[in-house]
């Protein structure tokens, strides 16, 4: 177990640093690859808005539809890539870009946030616990890290209270990474549920679902990035605490 934590400790900053670069990739190729399909119209000429009142009412989720205690709204919001719902709100937001598009892009990303919808309204379990976390995680990201290496740091200077500050401070981080964690299989999730229903609906071909599943595919690995950063920085921060 030793060994373990010395080799984060003498190789964690590489391996952050190959994190960083992991994740511009995959920024860069969620754009790339979102940017082609939103080129590419669905033979069906479905906006991305319409797939998304369609999905939503098959799944009685719908404010057209007799179960008006579950439904949700679709609103339109500014920016690129900013699509998401809200389960407080009960508000599947689509970015300008999906809106009124009919690309593969388009209709995707659509279905991919009606895979949320879905999840909340089935109390989906990594969904939930992602809920509760938030509070925490918002906390953590924020102060962990710098609490940490204050602590760290300072231990010279002011002792056993400098440890304390960086236990802290690790323990907060952990929860942010334990966020991280959760977060992926709600996103693998909303992913696979968006394209089996594209494909039962036949709102999508088989052709169209290929570059939908790139799309999603695309998206999905800048949560891995961020989840692999997060973990190697919390691994980094403990192996340097036990030092």
Not at 1 to 19: D, H, K, P, Q, R
Not at 162 to 179: K, R
């Amino acid at each position: 177990m030793e060994a373990f934590w010395n080799f984060f400790y003498s190789w964690g900053l590489i391996l952050l640093i190959g994190t960083v670069v992991f994740s511009l990739i995959a920024s860069i190729s969620t754009r790339v690859t979102f940017n082609k399909y939103s080129k590419v119209p669905t033979s069906r000429g479905v906006t991305g808005h319409e797939a998304a009142q369609y999905i939503l009412r098959i799944n009685r989720l719908s404010s057209e539809s007799d179960y008006e205690s579950s439904s949700v709204q679709i609103e339109r919001v500014a920016g690129k890539l900013t699509d998401h719902y809200s389960p407080k709100e009960k508000i599947l937001r689509l970015s300008e870009a999906v809106y009124d598009s009919t690309s593969i892009a388009a209709v995707g990303v659509a279905a991919h946030e009606c895979g949320h919808a879905i999840q909340d309204a089935h109390s989906f379990l990594p969904n939930k616990i992602r809920e509760i976390l938030v509070p925490l995680a918002n906390i953590g990201s924020r102060f962990g890290p710098y609490m940490a290496i204050f602590g760290l740091v300072f231990t010279a200077y002011i002792g056993q209270a400098g440890e304390t500050i960086a236990t802290i401070g690790i323990i907060l981080f952990a929860f942010a990474v334990l966020f991280y964690l959760v977060t992926l299989p709600v996103e693998f999730d909303a992913s696979r549920r968006a394209i089996r229903i594209l494909s039962e609906t036949n709102v999508l071909t088989e052709d169209e679902l290929k570059g939908a599943k790139k799309v999603l595919r695309a998206a999905s690995m800048t949560y891995v990035a961020a989840a692999a950063s997060a973990l190697i920085t919390l691994l980094r921060l403990i192996a340097m605490r036990r030092k």
